[in-house]
């Protein structure tokens, strides 16, 4: 009995130290500074769903690192004169730059909504703006809906990051980590979507 146990606990202990340590890289990764991006890419896609995330997409689009912005998982009737005030910019020069995405609700939603968008403006590289810790599984969702377009990440970090021992950041951390992995061993492509309008096209989603 006691070999039998002993042949049991070794596969478990070693699967914990296999997700412990792959833990341990997401948090190395997600807290990692963005890397410099190109001069000039033919896109910007911004996942909403955190602080920070639509301003920075924006703020790039006016220094003119891109020539199109995809907002993706814009709810409600949130219009482009009120995410330019959040930015603090005047965007009307820009209007038929930006596409507002009101398909997506989730992060498999914003890869489909992505990769309508990309295909319909011939983009081949995107820079993809998010928070740094979802910005793993955000580009695993993308890699696998536009593998033809290069993708640039620029993760957004919190201007007040709170100590990882703080309940509320390690849970976020953890439950974030558990979704990237069960995105990336394909699980999640067996779940229904959690969309339930029509994709727009190009031409609807567009602001102005």
Known sequence: MRRLARLIALPIAAAFALLAAGFLWFLVITAQAPAPLPAHADGIVALTGGPGRVEAGLHLLVEGRADRLLI??????TDLAALGRLAG??????????????????TRGNGVETAAWAQA???????????????PRALAELRADVPNVTLLP???????????????????????????LFTISGLAALLPRRETIPMLTAHEGTAG
């Open 72 to 77: 993706t998982g814009i709810g409600g009737h």
């Open 89 to 106: 910019l005047d965007l009307a020069a820009l209007a038929d730059r930006i596409t507002l995405g009101r398909y997506a609700v989730s």
């Open 121 to 135: 403006n011939g983009i081949k590289s995107l820079i993809v703006v998010t928070a740094a810790f979802h910005m």
């Open 154 to 180: 620029y993760p957004v970090h919190p201007t007040e990051q709170k100590p990882l021992a703080q309940t509320g950041r390690l849970r976020q951390e953890i439950e974030e980590y558990g979704k990237y």
